[in-house]
């Protein structure tokens, strides 16, 4: 797991300290496979090079693996693919995400992480204004979203020092009403 949490750390940095138009991905997997430790993700990581070079798309990507039925619930699959995936779409916010969705099997986190890539690197302008206004989540609003973005991207002192920053206000009761609601619209659902 660590070695997964450092690999999206690692194209993290990449999405943000790289220009789109300077982005060249069998250059960024190539550094990849030079700073995993991990032989198992190294192995997939050069799979996916060669893929990357044959425009192989995600999805036949992910059955090559053997993840045909659906991405598994495991860290290196979600981690290799979310690079995978961010890499050959990193033009198109949308495309990204979509891709990673198609995939199946564990894609909550898969988009997750391939949404945030492709958002840092592009910009959350990159974001479709259709898919932000969906965003809300009572009791916060898109007001409220837009506050953290830029509380997050622009705390003064670094994303180093960010824990440190003051906590934003939440509405308890608010909160522990949504809780409430979509417990017991989960519990119905069973």
Known sequence: VLDAN????????????TPSDDLKPLEVMDLLIAN???????????????????EVGSLRMAKRLGWSRGLPNQAIPIATMAVY?????????????QHALRL??????????????AA???STDSIPETWKQRLIQWPYNRRWFDRLTT???DWPHG???LHSAPAMRIKPL??????VVLNTAFTLQR
């Open 6 to 17: 450092a690999l999206i750390a690692q194209i993290g940095h990449v999405a943000l300290m």
């Open 36 to 54: 995993t430790a991990d032989d198992e993700i190294v192995g997939i990581l050069k799979q996916m090079r060669l893929g990357l070079e044959s």
């Open 85 to 97: 995936t961010w890499l050959r779409h990193h033009h198109s916010f949308s495309g990204a995400v």
């Open 104 to 117: 199946g099997g564990q894609t909550s986190c898969l988009a997750a992480l391939v949404g945030g890539l």
């Open 120 to 122: 840092i690197h592009l």
């Open 151 to 153: 509380r997050l991207t």
């Open 159 to 161: 994303s180093e020092d």
């Open 174 to 179: 608010r909160f522990f009403i949504r809780s």
